[in-house]
């Protein structure tokens, strides 16, 4: 039978019972999160903006087996080129839309300083949604619309407090750890690494 999550709450306690036991069903999860359908009313007392950089906004911890947060994307904002620290990685459009570019690691035959070049790219439109995990490459995630924000929904199973950002330019990554601007509707004190570019007109 078809997945069935009416609401943001189902979709949660649909996702404890998946996170039960240590084996993650990758076409299961992507099925949940891919039948509930985007709710306002549902999330937007945890959607935070921040006009200098978009948000991470913790929705629920998933007994320490997953995260599921809100990325709130403002005009014109997108992240660094980053990697998912061996975790599996879905994410969900809630609002507005965004765009994936995935690129493939650095290699030791690369020479030194060499700029990554893009192998794919995809837009992500309202309702869909989208997986990645490290043996898939890097992406970098962008809002390139000027006139309106976004919201996107991510499960990161298991969770994880660093990452690894590239520079497009060099190859070059940095580890940077990963943190909350909001839990649970509530904004959090914090220190980041500077992990957000503006998209090129």
Known sequence: MPV???TLQELIRELHNAFSDDRVNVEYIHELM???????????HFAKFDRHRYTRNLVDEGNGKFNLMLLCW?????????????????????????????FPWPT??????????????????????????DSMGLHRVENRNHSNTAVSLHLYCPP????????QRT??????PVTFWSKFGHKT????????TKVKD
């Open 189 to 196: 004190d914090l220190t980041t690494c500077r992990s957000v």
């Open 4 to 6: 069935v999550v009416n």
């Open 34 to 44: 891919q039948s509930y359908k985007s709710n306002r009313q549902e999330w937007s």
């Open 160 to 167: 994880f407090e660093a990452c690894n950002m590239f520079d």
């Open 74 to 102: 403002n005009e014109g904002q997108g992240s660094s080129i980053h990697d998912h620290s061996d975790a599996h990685c879905f994410m969900k459009m809630l609002e507005g839309e965004l765009f994936e570019v995935r």
């Open 108 to 133: 030791e035959s690369q020479s030194q300083d060499e700029e990554l070049k893009s192998f794919a790219e995809s837009r992500i439109g309202v309702n869909e949604v989208c997986y990645i995990n």
């Open 171 to 176: 190859g070059r990554q940095t580890k940077c």
